[in-house]
């Protein structure tokens, strides 16, 4: 009886997904044409995934300006749906992210479903951020004067995002969901040794609401796809998580040229304690408006 | 004024909604530790639409035996529900969020059968902020300590809510979110003309897989309202309803520890200045009086209009009312429904009758009246004084009393001469009187330029006699978190 199935099983050959990558809501290859290897925790071979170049990270730039506009300007209570959507969409295909991360990680399917889930549950705990983080860092400001006075976070725009190294989905989506939650649109590089996690991240994005360009990911040596984001002048912060410390020093400097906003590499011990508001606050402005509150005279006030 | 062109104009044909699209059984059970059961004494009572007068089920008729089973089952329920990660509550709450956007049709329809209120408000009012009210404290149950009230907010325990049928199924989410997101277990009574769609939502529960005795589901009089908030094991009493019976509730409670929130009546204030845009500001005067038959406690029920302006906003203001469609909740061109009951149209009527006995000059538009049912044709008063019944009293109802201003001042002590403070509305291209009214109004919610807008992250609730507490937004946590 198992001498048959395993017969059987022997003669489906599988099919190899082809990794791409995932820029404005579409799957292209790398412009450069380049692959590298990707191999498991013991070195086996899994996958070639795209190589990419200075121009797939500008291109990728150019896709999320695009989206900026859509994306900041959607209501907190869409965005919260739309984020809640991709853990509705992530739970679907849990399988496959254990089979990954496993893989990835060298974890055994327990310890990589463990992580899965995590990170499902990262998404629904940054999915009701989105409508709740201006109650938390905003509010009106009782000026000494007749004013109405009122501060409200903004998202900052386009933010390039390292995702760590060592956690290639649950540290990945730590990253991410923050940076997307408060309005801002996200270029990833996916950790270099483990991105297809990341890749297949894009397929669920892809067919989760999410506006295409809001997240592109790209794959590759992290050195290479990072120096032009950080000295890009339409990207307006980025955070170094998947950075080393040298790395992370020359990024600081050239993201000075526009005064992005850094976030530092910060270690981190244990990805799946739940995390402060510091990721969102690190990519957000605070706007304050000002209007007189006049006085009641016979005619109002004469402003 | 050629009303009857005015009429034709808008003829429609008509475009009713499927009613197929909901199943009414024909009796319901009280929702009790995740079963439906009878009453322990098989009281029943039943439950009409109030467009047609027909029966649309039996529903059991909760008594004190009821009202302390249920609470035990909600103590029982609330060890392990309070013991919970925040982030399993949240999980719980977003897929009731999710089940109600999906069965959203269905519960609009069964709402307006059993309520009388038109299907355009229930479809793209009610049933949208009921899910979105659910979606919005899901996310609070695993960041409660990022609220403001402490590190580690604690729940209270049992709540006992009780609940009006002016919006019943967003009253009940206005009750339920908050309250299970913190932690709390609940027994809830909805109000006996409006039972049906709290007994859908205790289906809903199941389908979550909410765990047994988390929500129980009491319909019944106010009897049964009264055994719930008297409860000694009840450690939260929520209530929306009437001023008068919220008093009787703060009595109740008094000298307990139970935790007491109230919203209660209102007399809102919608002030119009010269400089308004006329026709923004009519549509919003509508909305804030017409608005589910005017049965809303935070209604615009008393129009302050600057005396300059007075003739020209009543022309345009008694044009649009001519337009307005009275008829057939369930047909998607209906602007005013039914009154949701026969106590209610009695009382509406006999404030009516003693507005015009009182001097106040009536007028309604030309408007036929079906047969059947509960009906009041939308109605004003002008010439009204502050000494009118109709200028003073809460008549809840689809009737606008017009008073007159010369200056702001004036404007702001007739709005805030009420003993209510729910809502108020203020019409004027200026920014910066809009924001000094406001900042003279003793009311909760002032709405500028607009009127009767509800969502999940803005705290709702009333100053003075429209009662303490606020739902809605993170001020809507501290009602259920012990913060002391």
Known sequence: ????????????????????????????????????????????????????????????????????????????????????????????RKGQFVHEVADAEGLSKSKAAAVVEATIDRWVWYAGWTDKIAQVTGGGNPVAGPFFNLSSPEPTGVVAVLAPQESSFLGLVSVIAPVIATGNTAVVVASERSPLPAL??????????????????????????AAP???????????????????????????????KRVLRPQPVDDWSATPGIDRMTAFLETKTVWHPTGSLGASGSSY | MDMQLQTSAFAYAPAPESRAIVDIAPSYGLFIDGEFTEAADGKVFKTVSPSTEEVLSEVAQAGTEDVDRAVRAARKAFEKWSALPGSERAKYLFRIARIIQERSREL???????????????????LPLVAAHFFYYAGWAD????????????????????????????????????????????VLKPAETTPLSALFFADICRQAGLPRGVVNILPGYGDTGAALVAHPDVNKVAFTGSTAVGKEIAKTVAGTRKKLTLE????????????????????????????????????????????????????????????????????????????????????????????????????????????????????????????????????????????TFRTPDEAV????????????????????????????????????????????????????????????????????????
């Open chain 2, 108 to 126: 609009a329809v069964l709402e307006t059968l059993d309520n009388g209120k038109p299907i355009k408000e229930t479809r793209d009012a009610d």
């Open chain 2, 264 to 403: 209660l009546g209102g007399k809102g204030a919608n002030i119009v200045f010269d400089d308004a845009p006329i026709d923004q500001a009519v549509e919003g005067i509508v909305n804030g009086i017409f608005f589910n038959q005017g049965q809303v406690c935070c209604a615009g029920s008393r129009l302050l209009v600057q005396e300059s302006i007075e003739d020209e906003l009543l022309d345009s203001l008694k044009r649009r009312l001519s337009t307005l469609r009275l008829g057939d909740p369930l047909d998607k061109n209906t602007d005013i429904g039914a009154i949701n009951s026969e106590e209610q149209l009695t009382r509406i009527t006999s404030l009516v009758e003693q507005g015009e006995a009182e001097g106040a000059e009536r007028w309604s538009p030309d408007c036929e009246l079906p047969s059947s049912g509960y009906w009041f044709a939308p109605t004003l008063f002008t010439k009204v004084t502050q000494a009118h019944t109709v200028a003073r009293d809460e008549i809840f109802g689809p009737v606008l009393s017009v008073l």
């Open chain 1, 229 to 259: 984001l950080a000295a890009h002048q339409d990207v307006n912060a980025i955070d170094l998580a998947g950075a080393d410390e040298v790395l992370a020093k020359d990024l600081e400097i050239a993201a000075a040229d526009n005064l």
């Open chain 2, 143 to 186: 960041k409660l300590e990022h609220a403001g009230f402490g590190a580690t907010p604690r729940p209270l325990g049992v709540a006992g809510q009780v609940i009006p049928w002016n919006f019943p199924l967003l009253m009940l989410a206005w009750k339920i979110a908050p309250a299970l997101a913190t932690g709390n277990t609940v």
């Open chain 1, 1 to 92: 009886m198992s001498d048959k199935t395993d017969k059987t099983e022997q003669l489906r050959l599988s099919v190899f997904k082809t990794y791409k990558l995932y820029v404005g809501g579409k799957f292209p290859r790398s412009e450069s044409g380049r692959v590298y290897e990707v191999t498991d925790a013991k070195g086996k071979w899994l996958a070639n995934a795209p190589l990419s170049s200075r121009k797939d990270a500008r291109d990728a730039v150019v896709a999320a300006r695009k989206a900026f506009g859509g994306w900041s300007g959607a209501t907190a209570y869409n965005r919260g749906q739309v984020l809640y959507r991709v853990a509705e969409m992530l739970e679907g």
């Open chain 1, 200 to 225: 297949s991240l894009g397929e669920v994005l892809a067919t989760s609401d999410v506006p295409g360009g809001v997240v592109n990911v790209l794959s590759g040596r992290t050195a290479e796809i």
């Open chain 2, 413 to 484: 002590a007739k709005a805030n001469n009420t003993p209510y403070g729910l809502s108020a509305g203020i019409w004027t291209e200026k920014g910066s009187r809009i924001l000094a009214v406001a900042g003279k109004l003793r009311a909760g919610v002032v709405w500028s330029n607009t009127f009767n807008k509800f969502d999940p992250t803005s705290p709702f609730g009333g100053y003075k006699e429209s009662g303490f507490g606020r739902e809605g937004g993170r001020h809507g946590l501290e009602a259920y978190l012990d913060v002391r």
